[in-house]
């Protein structure tokens, strides 16, 4: 057998095992053996153990008769009784037993098997029995039982007291053959119903874990026929509580598809539009040109910086996509530099403010800290901050005004830029992060850009290991915080 192959099985019974259909199969026949396998265990324990309780209760029971019988005939002091030893055959015949009998001096005085007639028996038994005790010890390894009963002589005084001595003991050993035999009779009968017991188990568990696993099959039938395009509509399997978990995070899941679907789409729409736009003017504006002769130099200087400023609002979008694809491919690619904060804001708001003044919007900078010092990319870092600045801008109304404040504990630097326009209703705040997502995309195209503007600022202030929150009241204002560790802490 090759290594290939080895390595194939070895995969596949990994890829079984991390089935749950085999899992829940494998977990009912343990449920289902380890009981059996402890019950019939039990049961043949019990057995054997009331088997010989009973058998030690019947033959101590009989020994004591036949020893009165020893002091009735004095066997003791003559074994040549007919009786006597036609009964004590008949008893170790009928216990396929051995019996011996000893005397008060430990003499041997009889043994059935003829073999120790005549020698001394002087054993921790046979003492416990001459002080009055019964003993029985059970040997399961050689199927015997070994046993003494007292031979007791009994005198009645003519005062009605009574004198009890001990003249002999009998020592017998017992066979338990017959025990065993039933044994391995109730062995076989409970092996015969374990077995039929494995296979209802077999059937059960295959059709337990079929049952079980069916709902999250149904699941993934469902899902595939989404994938498929099959099926556009949310899903139910409302089985199991766990199987309602995972379709209603999956729906969530494709009422978040769809939104950013739609989303695209639109970003498509609106960005062949702010696309074609810029051209068609700038065509517009060289046909002009080309279609005039002596065209003042004037004239010629206006359509050309029109152009020049068609060539930089096209410019502006290709570098917003650009810069948000850029950030998805290098996660971690930061120029970190320790700067300072609010020299880099400062710097931020004055290139920001002739943009302001056109609308008469005053840009506010105020900070609780005289040097607040962090590790940044000063580069992506400007870009966000800028993309909020010029939002508070755009969305404002004339006269207004944008505040940025810079704040420093020692962990964090928070930027807090504040503004009195137009506002986010609540509704929507939580989507504004979102690329191509736009509010009001009316009044966006107005304004202009493609809606990727948030979206470059959260990825940039995540790669800085910060967040940024919002918080809005629609015809009040906005507020976005941004909070980012003074020290970089790279992945």
Same mark, same amino acid.
């Given at each position: 057998?090759?290594?290939?192959?080895?390595?194939?099985?070895?995969?596949?019974?990994?890829? %079984?095992?991390?089935?749950?259909?085999?899992?829940?199969?494998? %977990?009912?026949?343990?449920?289902?053996?380890?009981?059996?396998? =402890?019950?019939?265990?039990? /049961?043949?324990?019990?057995?054997?153990?009331?088997?010989?309780?009973?058998?030690?209760?019947?033959?101590?029971?009989?020994?004591?008769? =036949?020893?009165?019988?020893?002091?009735?005939?004095?066997?003791?002091?003559?074994?040549?009784?007919?009786?006597?030893?036609?009964?004590?055959?008949?008893?170790?015949?009928?216990?396929?037993?051995?019996?011996?009998?000893? $005397?008060?001096?430990?003499?041997?005085?009889?043994?059935?098997?003829?073999?120790?007639?005549?020698?001394?028996?002087?054993?921790?038994?046979?003492?416990?029995?001459?002080?009055?005790?019964?003993?029985?010890?059970?040997?399961?390894?050689?199927?015997?039982?070994?046993?003494?009963?007292? /031979?007791?002589?009994?005198?009645?005084?003519?005062?009605?007291?009574?004198?009890?001595?001990?003249?002999?003991?009998?020592?017998?050993?017992?066979?338990? &053959?017959?025990?065993?035999?039933?044994?391995?009779?109730?062995?076989?009968?409970?092996?015969?119903?374990?077995? /039929?017991?494995?296979?209802?188990? !077999?059937?059960?568990?295959?059709?337990?874990?079929?049952?079980?696993?069916?709902?999250?099959?149904?699941?993934?039938?469902?899902?595939?026929?989404?994938?498929?395009?099959?099926?556009?509509?949310?899903?139910? !399997?409302?089985?199991?509580?766990?199987?309602?978990?995972?379709?209603?995070?999956?729906?969530?899941?494709?009422?978040?598809?769809?939104?950013?679907?739609?989303?695209?789409?639109?970003?498509?729409?609106?960005?062949?539009?702010?696309?074609?736009?810029?051209?068609?003017?700038?065509?517009?504006?060289?046909?002009?040109?080309?279609?005039?002769?002596?065209?003042? !130099?004037?004239?010629?200087?206006?359509?050309?910086?029109?152009?020049?400023?068609?060539?930089?609002?096209?410019?502006?979008?290709?570098? $917003?996509? %650009?810069?948000?694809?850029?950030?998805?491919?290098?996660?971690?690619?930061?120029?970190?530099?320790?700067?300072?904060?609010?020299?880099?804001?400062?710097?931020?708001?004055?290139?920001?403010?002739?943009?302001?003044?056109?609308?008469?919007?005053?840009?506010?900078?105020?900070?609780?800290?005289?040097? !607040?010092?962090?590790?940044?990319?000063?580069?992506?870092?400007?870009?966000?901050?800028?993309?909020?600045?010029?939002?508070?801008?755009?969305?404002?109304? $004339?006269?207004?005004?944008?505040?940025?404040?810079? $704040?420093?504990?020692?962990?964090?630097?928070?930027?807090?830029?504040?503004?009195?326009?137009?506002?986010?209703?609540?509704?929507?705040?939580?989507?504004?992060?979102?690329?191509?997502?736009?509010? &009001?995309?009316?009044?966006?195209?107005?304004?202009?850009?493609?809606?990727?503007? %948030?979206?470059?600022?959260?990825?940039?202030?995540?790669?800085?290991?910060?967040?940024?929150?919002?918080?809005?009241?629609?015809?009040?204002?906005?507020?976005?915080?941004?909070? /980012?560790?003074?020290?970089?802490?790279?992945?």
């Amino acid at each position: 057998m090759g290594i290939g192959s080895i390595l194939g099985r070895l995969l596949n019974k990994s890829r %079984l095992w991390r089935s749950l259909k085999a899992r829940i199969f494998v %977990l009912m026949m343990v449920i289902g053996i380890i009981p059996t396998v =402890f019950v019939r265990y039990g /049961i043949l324990q019990n057995y054997e153990q009331r088997a010989v309780e009973v058998r030690i209760s019947d033959v101590q029971t009989q020994y004591k008769i =036949f020893a009165d019988h020893l002091i009735k005939y004095n066997y003791l002091a003559d074994t040549s009784s007919e009786v006597i030893n036609a009964e004590l055959d008949q008893i170790s015949n009928l216990y396929d037993g051995r019996v011996i009998i000893i $005397d008060k001096n430990f003499n041997i005085i009889k043994d059935t098997y003829g073999l120790s007639e005549g020698k001394t028996m002087i054993s921790q038994e046979v003492m416990e029995c001459f002080l009055g005790q019964n003993t029985a010890n059970y040997d399961n390894q050689n199927h015997y039982i070994e046993m003494t009963t007292p /031979i007791v002589y009994t005198e009645v005084f003519p005062d009605g007291e009574e004198s009890i001595s001990v003249e002999g003991v009998l020592l017998t050993s017992i066979s338990t &053959d017959s025990i065993e035999m039933t044994i391995e009779i109730l062995s076989r009968q409970a092996t015969v119903i374990q077995v /039929i017991i494995f296979m209802l188990l !077999v059937g059960l568990a295959v059709a337990l874990s079929n049952l079980l696993v069916a709902p999250f099959e149904r699941v993934t039938s469902a899902i595939a026929e989404v994938k498929d395009g099959f099926q556009t509509e949310q899903i139910s !399997v409302p089985d199991y509580l766990e199987t309602e978990h995972i379709i209603t995070a999956f729906n969530e899941l494709l009422g978040r598809m769809k939104v950013l679907d739609e989303s695209r789409q639109e970003f498509v729409s609106n960005v062949s539009h702010e696309l074609k736009t810029p051209l068609a003017s700038m065509k517009v504006l060289a046909d002009s040109l080309n279609c005039q002769e002596n065209v003042p !130099v004037e004239l010629y200087q206006e359509f050309m910086q029109d152009i020049t400023d068609e060539i930089d609002r096209e410019n502006k979008i290709i570098t $917003d996509l %650009l810069a948000l694809v850029k950030m998805d491919k290098t996660q971690g690619d930061l120029n970190i530099e320790n700067k300072e904060i609010n020299g880099l804001v400062e710097l931020i708001l004055k290139r920001i403010r002739p943009i302001a003044k056109q609308r008469d919007i005053d840009v506010i900078f105020e900070s609780t800290r005289e040097e !607040v010092l962090a590790e940044i990319d000063e580069v992506k870092l400007t870009l966000a901050i800028t993309n909020l600045v010029e939002n508070g801008i755009k969305y404002n109304e $004339d006269h207004g005004y944008v505040r940025v404040t810079v $704040d420093a504990d020692h962990q964090y630097f928070t930027i807090r830029v504040e503004d009195n326009g137009i506002g986010i209703p609540e509704e929507y705040q939580e989507h504004i992060f979102e690329r191509f997502y736009r509010v &009001d995309k009316s009044h966006s195209r107005e304004i202009g850009g493609t809606g990727l503007g %948030l979206a470059i600022t959260r990825n940039v202030i995540l790669m800085h290991r910060g967040f940024i929150k919002v918080e809005s009241e629609a015809g009040v204002g906005t507020v976005f915080t941004v909070k /980012i560790p003074l020290t970089y802490a790279a992945k």
